[in-house]
């Protein structure tokens, strides 16, 4: 089946270091991934759709400079939160869409618990 | 506003009880997926319902998607420990991909 993965698992930095985790489609292409914020408990929010070879789409409230989105290639997207603050602490996840089948679901990577102190 | 409303939030139940939740909406989704989330993973794909009507069973889940494609629910019949989860349920509305999801069901089976 389609698999996402996602790196690093577990992040814990210093305020103000800039973190960068990526979202690879191991077997399967993905034109569009998505990037998520998920709080404990709760549901998973979009907060920007990673288009390959163009710039990111950002949900409303999402600040584009603070999350950076690069869709290089076909099966990597990578969001760098930059000069991150505790606030920004959080578990990130991605997911991926086969590009060549349709009616496809999206696949989720494992995400990534990034704790800033 | 929460464009995919499911309930209930939380669920504490002892094991061999069922217990569905919902998912409701007024918009109308070309497919709508079920996901199932365990502490410190992504979510994991139980079901994609598409057509209107339609009902699929996985072991002792049950899933429905309504006739209008607006709402869908999840039974569970016997429930077990081993189904203690976040359960979630997210909507596709033919944009570009993305999904939108419900609030979330945080189910607890108790032995």
């Known amino acids: 089946g389609a698999v996402v993965s996602q790196h690093p698992s577990w992040v814990i930095c210093k305020s103000g270091t800039s973190v960068k985790i990526e979202c690879r489609s191991l077997?399967?292409?993905?034109?569009?991934m998505f990037w998520y914020r998920q709080f404990p408990k709760q549901s998973l929010m979009l907060m920007a759709t990673?288009?390959?070879?163009?710039?990111?789409?950002?949900e409303q409230g999402v600040e584009k400079d603070k999350f950076l989105i690069n869709h290089a290639s076909l099966t990597l997207s990578t969001l760098t939160v930059t000069s991150a603050h505790p606030e920004d602490s959080s578990f990130y996840i991605c997911?991926?869409?086969?590009?060549?089948?349709?009616?496809?679901?999206?696949?989720f990577g494992d995400g990534t618990r990034l704790s800033i102190l | 506003t929460q464009l995919l409303e499911q309930s209930p939030q939380f669920l504490s139940i002892q094991e061999g009880e069922n217990l569905t939740v919902y998912c409701n909406s007024s918009?109308?989704?070309?497919?709508l997926q079920w996901y199932r989330q365990e502490p410190g993973e992504g979510p994991v794909l139980l079901v994609t319902?598409?057509?209107?009507?339609e009902v699929k069973k996985l072991k002792r889940l049950t899933f429905q998607f309504g006739d209008a494609r607006k709402d869908s629910s999840l039974h569970i019949t016997a429930a077990q420990p081993g189904d203690t989860g976040l359960y979630l349920c997210?909507?596709?509305?033919?944009?570009?991909?993305?999904?939108?999801f419900g609030q979330g069901t945080e189910l607890s089976v108790k032995p």
């Open positions: 997911s991926a869409r086969d590009r060549t089948v349709s009616n496809q679901p999206q696949h």
């Open positions: 077997d399967f292409q993905a034109t569009t």
């Open positions: 990673s288009n390959e070879g163009s710039k990111a789409t950002y």
């Open positions: 918009s109308v989704f070309s497919s």
């Open positions: 319902v598409v057509t209107g009507g």
């Open positions: 997210a909507g596709d509305r033919n944009q570009g991909g993305k999904l939108i």
